[in-house]
Each structure stands twice: as structure tokens, then as C-alpha cells.
């Protein structure tokens, strides 16, 4: 287990109740039952105090821990059939966006999303989620065969943004990113968008702008990282803490705004105590915001989908 800063009291518990089971396995005859119960009650009382109300800048910790399932771990978990499809038939394959034809439960669908990677080598290859141009190509031309075949699109959003370097912006960054977020608002098919971790900036709305947008209980979505954020506007990365607070960045606060259509619950302790259960219910809430669009035309979601995000932000606005 991996730890956060402002869960260290907890480590300490949890590890000494480890440790008395450790002892106790090579030494049998120690009766450690009920001292590592106490423990694990301790703890237990302690992890339900840590998340009862975390703070923005704690909840992008949690949205950022190394440990959360990422979006390979959702394909692995919730689809069957995945069949990956690579290349956006311009320029190259970008490895921080995957993609391909699956089936969730009986029914075709097409996803893609953002994949950090699990390890050094993996984190390294995949770019840490940051997707370059040529990703967000490949995800129109994913999208694209979606619609033209009829199959609803689930978008996994989990990225500190778009990749910022001198070769992306070369290869027009900011117009792949553009148009992927066209995209999203031009098929007629049902899109599905879940914010599993971070969403950050552009490089998450170019997925996110669906029929649907939900979000795990303890993901951040935002304009910009608290640290950039920061940078800009205190001329001084530290102050992240208030930065957090002023974007309101949390499910909570967007469920409020209207940004966000739900916000899927986590298991006590993030989604990093408890990957399978997690993904079992991003799944659940995938099936029924599917079912939610089933049917419709192609027209009517069009509309619908336009309306809902040039609608955003107008509430409570006189004429």
C-alpha cells in the first residue's frame, strides 16, 4: 500500500498491525488476535475521519495516487472482446490514448481513454496519460468509425492534460484537441464519458464533452493543475492549496455547477483499497447512462448533447 502525506498517522497503525502478524506467523504460538483487532478498528475509525470531508487539495492526492486503477484496468475488467486499434493514419501511434472495439456485457461499444501506466517503464511509455496530437487524432478517427457503425462510444478520462511539448504543438496540439472536442459534439451516437482520476485541462474535455459525463467520488476535473494554476496567479507553485479551493475542482462542487451529469461512489479510502469493486461500479454506472440513451435518434442526441453544453454555466442568469 501506498501512502499520501496526510495519511501517515494511518500508515503507522496499519503497519504495526502487519507487524504483529508477521511476528505471529513466524511464531505460532503468539496469540496476536486480539491486539491486531484493535488495531485494525483503530484504523479503520481513523481512514473513515481522513475521507469524511477531504479538502480539493487532498482529493487531487487521491485522484493522483499511483495506486487508482487506470483506464487498462476498466478495459481488462468491465469489457470483453477488446480488440485495440492503433494509429490515427497521420503520423504516428500515440501510446497515452488506447482505444479499440469491446463489448460491455452483450452489446458492441467502442472505448477510449487515457492510460498512465502502472510502472517506471509503463508510466514512460505511455507518456504519464499526457496525450500528444496524434492521440487525440486517433480518438476522432475511433469516434468516427463509432458513428458511422452505430456503436455508442464510453470515453475513460484520466489525465493531468494535454502533452505541453515543442514537437505536440508542431503537429497543432491545440487544433487536434479542437477537433476531438467538435467530434464529440458531431456523432450520433450515445457518448459516455467518466472522469476516473484526474481530468485535466483541454486534453480531458476533447473526451469529455458526452451525453453523459460522470465522475468517481475523489477525481478532480479542472481548467488547469492547482500548481499551474498557482504559478499564474501567486507567481508561487506552493500556494496549490488555494488554488485547489478556488477551482472548485471536486464532483461535488460540479455536480453543483451543472458541469457534471453524477458522481459514481468510491469505497472508503479511495478507489485504490479497492480497484475491482470500483470498476465494477464505474461499470454499473456505464450500463445504466447507456440504457438512459438507448433508442434515441441520432438527431435528437445531437441536439441534445449541444444544448446541454452551450446551455453551461447560464443557470440562475437573468435574460
Known amino acids: 500500500m501506498t501512502y499520501l502525506e496526510f495519511e501517515k498517522p494511518l500508515a503507522e497503525i496499519e503497519g504495526k498491525a502487519e507487524e504483529l502478524r508477521a511476528l505471529a506467523r513466524q511464531n505460532e504460538e503468539m496469540d496476536v488476535d486480539k491486539e491486531a483487532s484493535a488495531l ?3 484504523a479503520e475509525a481513523m481512514l473513515r475521519d481522513l475521507y469524511k470531508d477531504l479538502s480539493p487539495w487532498r482529493k487531487c492526492q487521491v485522484a493522483r495516487h499511483p495506486d487508482r486503477p487506470h483506464c487498462k484496468d476498466y478495459i481488462d475488467q468491465l469489457f470483453t472482446e477488446y480488440t485495440p486499434l492503433a494509429g490515427d493514419r497521420n503520423f504516428a501511434d500515440d501510446h497515452a490514448v488506447m482505444g479499440g472495439l469491446a ?3 452483450d452489446k458492441p461499444v467502442m472505448v477510449i481513454g487515457h492510460e498512465k501506466g502502472n510502472d517506471t517503464a509503463s508510466r514512460i511509455e505511455r507518456n504519464f496519460g499526457m496525450a500528444r496530437p496524434e492521440g487525440y487524432r486517433k480518438a476522432i478517427r475511433l469516434m468516427d ?7 455508442p462510444v ?14 505536440a504543438e508542431e503537429r497543432g496540439q491545440s487544433e487536434a484537441i479542437a477537433r476531438s472536442t467538435e467530434k464529440c459534439l458531431q456523432i450520433g451516437v450515445p457518448l459516455i464519458s467518466v472522469i476516473i482520476g484526474e481530468g485535466g485541462s483541454g486534453g480531458a474535455v476533447a473526451f469529455a464533452t458526452g451525453d453523459r459525463v460522470a ?11 492547482p500548481e499551474g494554476c498557482a504559478s499564474i496567479l501567486w507567481k508561487d507553485s ?30 472508503m479510502g479511495g478507489a485504490q483499497r479497492d480497484a475491482a469493486a470500483t470498476i465494477a461500479s464505474v461499470g454499473s454506472e456505464i450500463s445504466l447512462m447507456l440504457a438512459e440513451l438507448e433508442g434515441k435518434k441520432p438527431a ?17 442568469l437573468s435574460a
Open 154 to 167: 464510453v470515453a475513460l478520462i484520466d489525465t493531468p492534460g494535454a502533452y505541453p511539448g515543442k514537437g
Open 145 to 151: 468509425m463509432a458513428a458511422r457503425f452505430g456503436l
Open 103 to 105: 463489448r460491455l456485457g
Open 300 to 316: 435528437d442526441l445531437i441536439k441534445a448533447r449541444r444544448k446541454k453544453f452551450l446551455d453551461m454555466g447560464t443557470k440562475g
Open 238 to 267: 506552493e500556494k496549490m492549496r488555494e488554488a485547489a479551493e478556488a477551482l472548485r475542482l471536486t464532483a461535488q462542487d460540479l455536480k453543483k455547477l451543472g458541469v457534471i451529469d453524477r458522481i459514481i461512489s468510491e469505497p
Open 215 to 225: 465522475m468517481l467520488e475523489h477525481s478532480v476535473y479542472s481548467v488547469i493543475s
Open 40 to 42: 485494525d478498528k483503530k
